[in-house]
């Protein structure tokens, strides 16, 4: 399931990252690798923020999208 239907606070495993390879390189920069553990910490507008490798990231609700688990 993509990472926007997760639920907040619930840690989550990585399975793959979709989208174009631009989109795809630029996640996986910030940490969004298969096996990688990430936990959605809130959803404000358009954003989430998310908790990967004890760092607090946000991202769009379109980019998140491509990010399943």
């Given amino acids: 399931m ?3 239907l997760a639920k907040t606070g619930e840690q989550n495993i990585i ?4 989208g174009p390879s631009d989109t795809r390189q630029f996640l ?9 553990r990430v ?12 908790s990967i490798k ?3 990231i946000a991202i769009s609700r379109e980019m998140a999208s491509k ?3």
């Fill in 2 to 4: 993509p990472l926007t």
């Fill in 15 to 18: 399975k793959k990252v979709g």
């Fill in 28 to 36: 996986e920069k910030l940490g969004f690798v298969p096996g990688s």
């Fill in 39 to 50: 936990t959605i910490v809130a959803e404000t507008g358009g954003n989430v923020i998310v």
């Fill in 54 to 56: 004890e760092s607090r």
């Fill in 67 to 69: 990010i399943l688990v």
